[in-house]
């Protein structure tokens, strides 16, 4: 798989850790930033990465903050997008196995190097196979409803 990784300044050194750590899985990476320890808005980093992964530029990604939380609220912004805050393996393998996440996100200053890798490696090795598609086929929809709605709104303020 090609696995779009992306994080902000206060997970700069880990994300070089996991970057490695996913080659050595045998997948391969697109760093969608950043590129040091200097301040930048998670933000900017999380939408990249979930266009990456709604383009189909990249399978999957792997999102990295100071908590993990920013960076899934950001993700989930964006249509399509559904990111999970994981970490432990079993929020991991849930977070594909449930929910089909295109992206999980991670806090730096939450886990470790060590762990961290355990929790990309059980998200990497699962794969979803449709046991929630019920739940996850009211999500899409839901957003589906929502963006209709937008569209419509759009359309008729657009005619005024």
Request: aromatic fraction near 8%; glycine fraction near 10%.
């Amino acid at each position: 798989m090609k696995i779009g990784i992306g994080c902000d300044h206060n997970a700069f050194d880990l994300k070089e850790i996991v970057k490695s750590y996913v080659e050595e899985l045998g997948h391969e990476v697109e760093d969608y930033g950043c590129y040091s320890k200097d301040a930048i808005d998670y933000p900017d980093v999380a939408f990249k990465v979930s266009a990456g992964v709604s383009n189909g530029e990249v399978t999957r990604g792997i999102l990295l903050c100071g908590t993990g939380i920013g960076m899934c609220i950001a993700a989930n912004k964006y249509p399509g997008i559904r990111a999970a805050l994981t970490h432990d393996v079993y929020s991991a393998e849930r977070a594909q196995l449930s929910n089909d996440a295109q992206i999980i996100t991670i806090g730096s200053q939450i886990l470790g190097p060590e762990a961290t890798k355990k929790v990309v490696g059980a998200y990497l090795n699962s794969n979803w196979a449709g046991g929630s598609q019920r739940k996850v086929d009211k999500i899409v929809e839901k957003e589906k409803e929502f963006f209709t709605e937008i569209s419509k709104e759009i359309s008729s303020n657009s005619c005024n």
